[in-house]
C-alpha cells in the first residue's frame, strides 16, 4: 500500500490494487477455516472474545476493510487482529 501510494506508475498501480484485494481474500479465508474448522467450542468457552475477534478480523479483510481502502492504518489494524488470533491460536496448540 506504502509503495503504491508513492508511485506514480498507473500500471504498477493497478498490479498492486489486483495483490492487494486478492491478498485480503485470502486472509479473509483462512480466519474463516481456523475459525470453522480449528477452533472447537472448548476454544470459544475458554476465549469467549474469539468469536468478536474473527468477525472483527474478517471485516478488516474484507469489502469495509483492506480489500476497499489503501489506508495503511487499516492494514496495520488487521494485522493487529491477526496476531491477537495467533497468541490464542498458539496457546491452544501447546495445550493440544
Known amino acids: 500500500m506504502v509503495k503504491a ?8 498501480k ?8 486478492e491478498r485480503s481474500d485470502l486472509v479473509k479465508h483462512h480466519l474463516w477455516v481456523l475459525w470453522t474448522d480449528y ?9 469467549p472474545q ?3 475477534m474473527f468477525n472483527e ?3 478488516l479483510a474484507g469489502a469495509g ?6 489506508d495503511v492504518a487499516v492494514a ?3 494485522l493487529a487482529k491477526i496476531d491477537e488470533i495467533a497468541v ?4 491452544t496448540k501447546k495445550a493440544a
Open 14 to 21: 493497478a498490479r498492486a490494487l489486483i495483490v492487494k484485494e
Open 5 to 12: 501510494a508513492a508511485s506514480s506508475d498507473a500500471d504498477f
Open 50 to 52: 474469539l468469536n468478536t
Open 39 to 47: 477452533f472447537k467450542p472448548a476454544h470459544f468457552e475458554k476465549y
Open 57 to 59: 478480523a474478517t471485516k
Open 76 to 78: 496495520d489494524d488487521l
Open 65 to 70: 476493510g483492506t480489500k476497499a481502502s489503501w
Open 88 to 91: 490464542i491460536f498458539w496457546e
